[in-house]
């Protein structure tokens, strides 16, 4: 019996860290909930996502950032913190007098409660068709102790006053209608919720929402410090205190300290969330903020509309990219470059049957594989669908097995090798990849399978060929052929070319001795010039050899194939 010896403890401080408090919640709801529905989204890449920038955006970068949004399809969008910087501040005046904001899009405009900073976001808003000011101060008992030095009377004050001096500001510059209000308790996850809630409350009944009225009530993991349930719970927790539920939007606000901001995000959606705010490709402060990319994407792949546009992923993450200054990691979820992509063998295999399966559902319905339910091994959804093709769905290295170098063989070439010589030849590819190790391009396999079954020439090279046959005869076949580089003139007969063929090589001096074991054949193209390839199984001498011939005739494709197996034969 073989036993696995103990682990040991860690050497690291892990005692100095106390474990976070789950709120009890016996009846909560949220575990068997579903989602089925997409969240009300709010992109803050152009605020949370930017002040976390090694280099925060020019104002070129920001308006594409806002563009690639609008473009997307998001309605809300945060588009900075306007009493930070005059690049905040011109950024928000350039939206707004340039024309830029569509009708259906919401801005919003991130503020701390300070009066003076509040009168500075509202002066950037004048003349905006639709915005929402958010406001913000820290609720939890460390902001409490260490930066504001305050008592809870003083830090619920901060939040009143503040809503107080956004109402006052919107009196004063802006048209009443058309400006909405969002307040964050800042650290929500590590605040006491009943203080969470009574601070809420106190800034709802400020705002005074009603019918047509709401309030945004944005909730954060600032940090996040506990497992997606307790979020989950949180959320749960304070939706049912709330005494005017149905004028209040619950806001999400997650970010991803611990790695599981999606998670926290999905379970506090089914917690009976209504909105989401996050970055595309989970930018922002630290980990960064939830990833509306990976959000929208697991909505996608349950059925569920996203209610943004994903179909050109790369576009998306292009954009991204020269807006950030940083790069989307090659593992990211639905739009990094390797997520689609299989070395290994054992995942190639099924990903190729899967698809093929796929085509023939598709032929035997009539319907292109669009149209069909998605199912394939290895892939939850379809790279067709974000704009990626299959060409890069199965790559060559030392992992890989017969079924990958068979997809690009017939993707690319749409040589339909015989399982055998699949075999065959993914051992060639293997013996390169593992003497030379890294990946091989598309373009080496086929250079590596041209030299070995299409290009050799010696000891033979067909020449011409011409075949007769009467009824009840055999075929009788003239050739000729390069041997070791002279050309040669062959009879054969036989049943059929193939064997004609055999039977004059065999006489040849070099005794040969081929024996044909197996043969397949397939059309390489449609129409009159169409190609056809043959792949022949040869027992030349007491090794087995495949051969392949390519050749708009299907007579000389075999000859060329038989060729092909005994010119590797003679090495
Ligand atoms: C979780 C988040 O992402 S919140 C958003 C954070 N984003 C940003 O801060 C980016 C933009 N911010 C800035 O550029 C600057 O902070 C400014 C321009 C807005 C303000 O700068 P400054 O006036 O220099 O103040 P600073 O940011 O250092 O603020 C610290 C002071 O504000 C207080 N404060 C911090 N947050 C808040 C708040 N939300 N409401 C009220 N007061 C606040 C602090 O207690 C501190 O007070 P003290 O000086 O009396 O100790
Ligand atoms: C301003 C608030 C919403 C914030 O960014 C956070 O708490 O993470
Ligand atoms: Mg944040």
Redesign the pocket.
């Known amino acids: 019996m073989t036993t696995i010896p103990p682990q040991q403890p860690s050497p690291m401080p892990f005692g100095r860290y106390r474990p976070f408090a789950p709120i009890d919640l016996p009846d909560r709801t949220w575990p068997s909930k579903t989602i089925t529905a997409a969240p009300r989204w709010l992109s803050t890449d152009l605020r ?1 996502g930017n ?1 976390a920038l090694i280099d925060p955006m020019s104002p070129a970068r920001k308006m594409a950032m806002f563009e690639l949004l609008v473009k997307m399809g998001y309605k809300e969008i945060e588009v900075g ?1 306007p ?3 005059e690049t905040d501040f011109s950024f928000v005046r350039q939206l707004i007098e340039g024309d830029h904001i569509p009708d259906d899009v919401t801005i919003s405009v ?1 503020t ?3 009066e003076d ?1 509040i009168e500075r976001s509202v002066q950037s808003l004048v003349g905006v068709p639709r915005a929402n000011i958010h406001l ?3 609720l939890a008992p460390l902001f409490r102790r260490v ?2 030095r305050a008592s809870k009377d003083e830090i619920k004050d ?1 939040a009143v006053r ?1 809503t107080q001096a956004v109402l006052k500001g919107i009196e004063s510059y802006l048209d009443t209608t058309v400006i909405g209000y969002e307040y964050s308790p ?1 650290i929500f996850t590590s605040t006491e919720l009943p203080f969470s809630v009574e601070v809420c409350e106190a800034v709802t009944d400020v705002w005074q929402p009603e019918d047509g009225r709401e309030i945004i009530l944005n909730l ?1 993991a ?1 940090v996040e410090v506990a497992t997606p349930n307790v979020y989950a719970d949180q959320i749960e927790w304070f939706g049912r205190q709330l005494t005017r539920r149905e004028n209040t939007v619950i806001s999400l606000h997650p970010h991803n300290d611990r790695g599981t901001a999606v998670a926290a995000t999905e379970l506090a959606m089914m917690a009976g969330a209504d909105r989401v705010e996050g970055c595309l490709f989970g930018h922002g ?1 630290r980990t960064g903020n939830v990833d509306l990319v990976t959000l929208a994407m697991n909505l996608f792949s349950q059925g569920v509309d996203p209610q943004v546009d994903l179909s050109d992923i790369d576009e998306v993450r292009r954009t991204v990219e020269y807006c950030t200054n940083l790069p989307v990691h090659p593992r990211h979820p639905y739009a990094g470059d390797l997520v689609y992509t299989a070395f290994s063998g054992s995942h190639q295999d099924a990903i190729k049957k899967g698809l093929e399966d796929l085509e023939r559902q598709a032929a035997e319905q009539g319907v292109p594989v669009g149209q069909l339910p998605w199912e394939a091994p290895y892939l939850p959804i379809d790279p067709h669908d974000v704009g990626r093709t299959y060409e890069a769905v199965i790559r060559v290295n030392s992992q890989s097995g017969k079924g990958g170098v068979a997809y690009i063989l017939k993707a690319e070439h749409k040589l339909d090798l015989p399982r055998r010589a699949q075999i065959e030849f993914s051992r060639v590819v293997q013996e390169r990849t593992d003497a030379e190790g890294g990946e091989m391009t598309p373009d080496e396999i086929w250079s590596v399978f041209r030299a070995e079954y299409l290009d050799r020439e010696v000891p033979l090279k067909l020449n011409s060929v011409h075949t007769s046959s009467a009824a009840g005869e055999k075929d009788a076949l003239d050739v000729n052929v390069y041997v070791d580089g002279e050309l040669t003139s062959l009879h054969g007969e036989g049943n059929g070319p193939l064997s004609a063929f055999v039977g004059a090589i065999n006489g040849l001096p070099h005794e040969l001795d081929v024996r044909v074991l197996d043969y397949a054949e397939h059309a390489l193209s449609a129409g009159g010039d169409a190609l056809a390839a043959a792949y022949v199984e040869c027992l030349v001498r007491d090794s087995v050899y495949w051969g392949v011939g390519v050749d708009a005739n299907i007579v000389t494709a075999s000859l060329k194939a038989v060729i092909s197996a005994v010119n590797r034969a003679a090495g």
Do not use: C, H, K, W
Request: glycine letters at 4%; a negative charge.
């Open positions: 949370d002040q913190f009493s930070a910087s991130l701390q409660a300070r900073l913000y101060n820290a930066v504001f901060i503040g800042e954060p600032t402060e």
